[in-house]
């Protein structure tokens, strides 16, 4: 019985001494990639470079070396190498298969490469015959993976003679050799055992084990020659100098990055004005929580910009993300989300989600860049993965010599101009105008200095005229000189131009022992938006460690990260507020201040009784004040597992994450909020006013503290005595994320020295009365503060989320026959405020299965077996879910509590309980393999018919009785395989679920020289709700040894039911020099969850409700890469790499019909979820009144709810279905180049046309409204009415198909040109490598629309952002 | 065998108790599902139960007047309101009025929906939860005897059976499309509720504090809904016992600048359960305030407190709340109120000496050297009591254009009402029983609910 040792990266079971490696360090010599080679040469088998040089050292320690050099594996019996010669060689440079000729040259023994493994086997002898010569030792090499997926460690590979036996490494493979015809026995712990013919040219086999909860007949087994996956593994071969943003371009296919810009808006604070604190700027979370019972509808409003009448968007000032620094989103497939919008994907570097999308992380320090699409793996990650994952996995250690990296990167970023003509802004001019016609036409206001507040300084010219208050050449004089001022070039000064840098310094290495690799990471941003800017520091970390002789297996990661942050002030020109005309610095270059919300008169009056001014200045405030975040992160994760007895294995895992933030929002004493405030708590007196707030700076300081852990551990032991065999685990889990903020005091009159701040007086003789302030001193007004309110800490905050977790399964096999086994998983949720303290969510599964017939029984059965079990699954009662703010009131002295939506109860103590018997029947030499089972399924609170919300239980209690079937196919050698089931889901759905593989290029009648690769994919996928809810309470049970992940998911709510077809045809043409992967698919992802909010009847009181929905998430993929010159002087490769995707509602509640941009875009059945209707435009009247054709093509100006609801058409979508880009790399000896071009055809977008009315509409198309017969002829641009915003006037004119126009766009993304240093100066300098880039992104834009307007920063309303910014970095590459 | 069975036991109970530990937690400070009644109290806490803003419905009634300069401008559903017009709303306004009144119901609902299953702790005393209930209750009543007088006709005991009003949502659900219910329905409904609200021995005669309402608050409202049907026993009976619990007066004579927010009626003692609005947009729109029309101001003389406090001249009186120049109102359920309804009974009833008793210790916290007056007659008394109603009772949550509509109801007592230009012209008329009285439902709450019928108005 030979022992086969397995030598495979990363693990090695080889022992070398400390001293060996000491020895194997000073006998290497440097080891030189050749990077320009290894660009030049695709990823073939013997194409690694070696060099080493030995004198007389074994073939054993030549092979490390090799093995070391190359990552491929070796595989060899100690026996075999008994009787090999010492080598004497020295290599530099060379091919591996070169560098093996040599070493194998007159040995006893050969090799064979299989597969990135190097197999050692007894050289022939040469006096045998031919038949005796035929190899009859098969060398199988494969992987072995969970039906998740997750890969299985440890996992037992035998042959059933007992031949031989070895188990799977960390990644899941092992190699065997083993005797042609003989039968391999996969088998784990928890899952079912696989069995396989061992024939020639079984190429890699890929082993899906089932796991024994699941009913479905999933055992998968497909043969590749390749098993990278280049549309999900991303190849990062000599692709170490390119960013993350740049990877991914151009690799995925269906994956693209879309640029996001302002106007997808986001707001990042809220400015409210309130007497107690005047401006306080909020996030927008803290703004929901502090107006819970509007505050939504405000951030809605100003995202949507249609305000309803109620709201006074005066007393807000909000700031939206204008960071054009992260631009790229990624974005698969088209989000397939109801919201629409360009939803990212899920980040997660080694494990630990992140927020965001980090396009600049540096490529250099990365090992693997994968794409998460699989539904099944998604679903596991909770409710932020539904729109795909990228899981970035840095480098881990490697044994070997140390190895240094340092990369830099830097950026420039000239601030983007503000230019008032391109961002369809109005000017001077225009704003008076149409002030001018407005006090005409409508209200001559008259002007009270005493109570005539909010006012611009353009209609209080008016209103003081009206008054009498000035002369009409005064007025005249005013008038003129306003019409000379302009701000568009002072409104640059809120901007910078920004310099960014991120150095990167990554050092790897390790013994078989211990591997690490430590990456610092140091990066100083500045953004565009005025003082903004950006410090962190981080490092990361990863250590594996093999312990007693590999009996502990423990990895350990850490990110550690301390982030300082400064908000600058960002322009958003839609929502500025001043008046073009109002200027920020006068011609002295002094501060000139806005009093638009009080007035200059009434200011002069409190100024001349003791009070401060109370005016604004943008530029001033944006320069004074200073508001910080810092934070302190620190992630870890500790995952090991150990053999503690034979048979016996420890699983656990530890995440950890604490993360300390202190948020500073500082007011310098000169700032407009430090003089309101002080004023506002101004009392006055006879002889003065008494400040009950001390003048000076004010700091408010928060400081909070998140802290996350997760444990999860587990037993697994296994025992065979006889013919019994044993199998049992147990496991369990705990998870807990705290949120911790403490309330705290605005600090007054604050001394940054001593850290204090002064006093707060309080009213005599009660400290808790009111005063009134300085709006005493105006007839007919008052206003009241309380200063005791002061001096209550707020903000005080505290979450708290936890859940336990236990699982347990056991099996037991006699004489490997008969196998009795069971499972059970739960997951408890703390159910606060409920007469129960938490509650349950159970699964198990008890299955009993004898074999019948385990040796063929004849010619066309192979072998029968019987099953029965039961499967059940028990949900717990939750409650409705209404969703509260709950919220301190500082004047009562207590909290309220506001309910604002509520969502339906999912889980309310439904059962599902299936009694299984299956009769599986192999056939045909193992080709085949047919199951047939009857079940017997009892539910309870869900009904069998149809009911396929599930968003309520009944209590109804349904029996079903059917039959499932299973089909597995394995044919053509194994270049074929399917496998068909048909099966019910615990709801009481059907379902069908298959796969098929076709590799059509291996066959024997495939004769072609052009084509080298020609595969087949096809899939069904169904994943009922349930079923996804088992998926991930699957992540909490060990699988081979440890855990794939550790999130904390949340259990609350079912996952949508998915429903999947995928087809996909790879062609590879002239041994793939030209690559076409080509893939449909269509995805049906229904329940709650992927939820559209409609609107609610008013009277149930709430705005929107949550529907039942579902979306159909199709399209094609299409890859194509074509390597149109490739000498080891030149390459040149174009990639065209785009999907055409569409997102359908399905059963969408019917809109009802409203005058408002939400109809125009609401969901309708059966089509795009983003569409947009519009009316067919029929010009103005000669009146100036929109007109348009109703549902009879007539044209009509009458305009009521009856005719426009009929008559809106369907317009086009918003978002592009066609999106995609079209990479060219070049490569010329030592420069390299590349220039990615996106495109996005097929959407359409609006633009902004104003309605004119009595304020002034943020548009320079109002210089084109109608004015007089006959400019109907040139403008569509209505009179000025006194309709207001809300009217059919309005709506016409915002969303008509006039105003609709196509939004295909190309952009030239990005142009890099590189160098990489030839290798003698590279040692000249002794270094291992450089490389230096240059980028520039965002260089040039087509846009098919007349306007030149760039698609990606209109907004869905048509308003204009701020324009892109170029860039231009440059980075250097160093490896030490 | 025994002690291993022993030690299980014990380990199972060990971690069993654990879990129960560790997963006792209140999941967030900010954020709830509210279960007990503890977080019931906190809903009833909620200052939002105060601010509401019904001033649209003053805006109809024949106190306000809009000069020329203010319907010269923007045509918006305060102008059309004003001008009683047949349309009052833009496609896309949104009734502020409606929506905020069920969203105020639907935290009532909630609570009223699950207190009988909230789980036994400390907090769930008989006491506080019927409490928690008589609350929710009355503050439930006030919100639909409002909705039933704005979106109803006045209570006609003839046709109140079949007059419109409101749905009449009890329990929360977010897609029941309810159709709407009689004025008989929810005045019944109001009532009933009401009862069982004051039934509470356990509910003091106020409240913690000027949000909550106690008993005094719920006969109040009892009182007014019985005066709306004309049933003056009934309401003379509920006034009683509200004054029982309370009468007292603050003195706004002089020497007071008048609430500019809520928090400023913290210690008056006239309010049985405070109700204030903010009115912002109004100002937003014209940069003005509304003018009280010159019927409502003949009647109030210089020495008159409320016309110190809440007017400037003919304006109403601004002030500054939030950085926005705002129209405060406060038309909480308060003493004056109950005191003008039992004294409007009285008169009713032949006591003018009980009657103009109670106008003149009104009067004399309200007027600086107020003069009492006297009389036998109970029609003088019955005009005595009216003209103090009209004094005490302007812009106070649309109820001189309830009173009006119940006015309306007795041909002896109908008006019909004008509006003029600056130069007297007339440009809108307002007949007694007029469809124009009763306000018309947004096209959003007939889009989002098939079965709500539209109010006819011609």
Known sequence: MASVAVLNPPTMNLKITSRMWRRLCIVFTRVYLVLQLMLLMPDVTAQSSISFSVNNASLQSVLTTIKAQSGYGIVYTKELLKNTRPITASFSNQPLSAVLARCFDGQPVTYKIVDRNIIITERPKENLSQQVAEDTTVVVTGQVSGADGSVLIGASVKALDGSAGVTTNRDGRFVIAVPRGSILSISYVGFKPYKVKVQTNMGRLSINLEQLETTLGAVNISNTAKVKDPTLQIDLTNRSYMNLGQILQGTVPGLSLQTRSTTVRSITSIGVYNPRLLWTFMTPEQFVKAYPTYGQLVLDAFLSGNFPTWMNKNIYQVRFTTRVSTSLVPELRGSNSFAGNTDGMLIVIDGFPREGFPADFPMSNVESVEVVKDPKELVKWGAKAINGIIMVRTKQGKIGEIHVNYSVNLYYTPAPKFNREKLYLPSTGDVLDYVRQSDTLFNQNTYNPNNTFQITPAARLLSKLHNNMITQEGFNASWDSLGRLDNTAQLNMLQQNSFNQNHSLSVIGGTNKYKFSLIGGYSSNNDNALNGSNRTVSLNANNVLNLLHDDLNISWTLYLASVKSRAGYSVNPSNLTIQPYQMLLDNNGKYVYDYSSFNPDANDIIMSKGYYNNGVNLLEDARLNNSTDKSLQAQSRLNFSWKLLPGLQWSASVLNTLQDNTTDLFYDKSSSYARQLVNQYGQYYQNGVKFYVPYGDILNRSKSTNKEWNVRSGLAYNKTFGRNEIELSVGGGAASVGYRRPGNYVLYGYNSTTGTGAPIYLPTPDPNAAISNYYALFAGQGATVYPSSLVVPVNLENTNSRNINWNGAAKYTYNKRFTLSGRYTSVLNPSYGQISKYSTLTNYNVEGSVELFKEPVNKWIDDVAVTTGILTMLMPDLPVNFAASRYQQVYWDDYGIWVNGYSPTQQSGQSSRNIYQRVKVGLGRGRYELSVGYNSQKMTGLSSTGNTDLTTAGDSSAVIHYVSASLKANLRKGLFSTMVTYNKSPEGQSQVNGVLKYNLAKEKYFHSNLISTLDIDGLIQNISSYQGLDLMMGTNVAGGGSYTMATNSTFTTLPPRNLNYETRVRIGILHDQYMLDVRYYNRTSSGVNSSISVAADASSGLSSQIAYSNIVNKGIEFFLKSDFVKTTKFSYTVTLNGAYNVNVAKSVPTPGFTATDAYATAYRDGYNTSNLWAFKWAGLDNKGNPQIYDKEGKKTAVLDSTTLATSLTYAGVLRAPWNGGFIHEVAWGSFFGRAALTFSWGAVMKRFIPTPSTDVANSSLIRYRWKKEGDELYTDVPAMTKDGSNSFRGFVTNNSMNSVMSANFVRLQEVMIGWRFPQQLVKRMKLNSALVTLQGQNLAMWTQNKYHMDPTVVGSNGVMGMPIAKQYSCSFMIGL | ?458
Not at chain 2, 297 to 316: A, K, M, W
Request: neutral net charge.
């Open chain 2, 1 to 458: 065998m025994a002690m291993n069975k022993m030690i299980c036991f014990l380990l199972m109970v060990i971690v069993f108790t654990g879990c129960e530990k560790f997963l006792d937690v209140n999941p967030s400070t900010q954020s709830v599902n509210p279960t007990t009644i503890a977080d019931f109290q906190e809903m009833l806490n909620s200052d939002s139960l105060a601010i509401g803003n019904y001033m649209l419905s003053d805006l109809m009634s024949d106190d306000v007047r809009l000069p020329d300069v203010e319907l010269s401008g923007q045509d918006n559903f305060y102008t059309r309101t004003y001008l009683w017009s047949n349309v009052i709303w833009n496609p896309a306004d949104e009734d502020y009025m409606y929506s905020s009144s069920y969203s105020r119901i639907l935290q009532m609902n909630i609570i009223m929906n699950r207190v009988g299953s909230a789980p036994q702790d400390s907090v769930n005393t008989v006491e506080n939860r019927s409490n928690v209930i008589s609350q929710a209750l009355i503050q439930r009543s006030y919100y639909y005897l409002q909705l039933a007088n704005i979106y109803g006709a006045g209570y006609n005991s003839a046709t109140a059976a079949t007059d419109l009003a409101v749905p009449l949502v009890l329990s929360p659900d977010a897609s029941a499309k309810p159709s709407r219910a009689t004025v008989k329905e929810v005045y019944d409904k109001v009532i009933t509720d009401l009862r069982q609200a004051v039934n509470n021995p356990y509910l003091a005669g106020m409240g913690r504090n000027i949000i909550h309402p106690g008993k005094a608050a719920g006969y109040a409202l009892l009182s007014r809904a019985y005066l709306y049907k004309a049933a003056y026993d009934s309401a003379l009976l509920y006034a009683d016992s509200s004054l029982a619990l309370a009468s007292s007066l603050m003195d706004i004579s002089s020497d007071y600048s008048g609430p500019t927010q809520l928090i400023d009626l913290r210690t008056n003692p006239e309010i049985l359960m405070a109700k204030v609005a903010y009115e912002r947009n109004f100002y937003s729109l014209v940069n003005y305030s509304f003018q009280i029309s010159s019927s409502l101001y003949s009647l109030l003389s210089y020495y008159d407190g409320r016309y110190n406090t809440r007017l400037n001249g003919y304006y109403y009186r601004t002030s500054t709340y939030n950085g926005a120049t705002t129209l405060f109102s406060d038309f909480s359920v308060s003493v004056p109120e109950v005191m003008l309804t039992k004294a409007e009974c009285l008169a009713r009833k032949g006591d003018a000496a009980g009657a103009v008793t109670l106008v003149n210790t009104l009067a004399a916290n309200r007027i600086r050297s107020y003069e009492e007056v006297t009389t036998s007659n109970a029609d003088t008394a019955l005009s005595y009591v009216l003209n103090e109603r009209r004094r005490e009772l302007f812009v106070h949550g649309g109820l001189r254009t309830f009173d009006l509509k119940r006015f309306n109801v007795n041909t002896n007592t109908q008006v019909t009402l004008t509006r003029q230009q600056d130069d007297s012209t007339v440009i809108a008329t307002l007949p007694p029983l007029s469809g124009r009285y009763v306000m018309p439902f947004t096209q959003t709450v007939l889009a989002n609910n098939s079965n709500m019928v539209q109010n006819v108005r011609q």
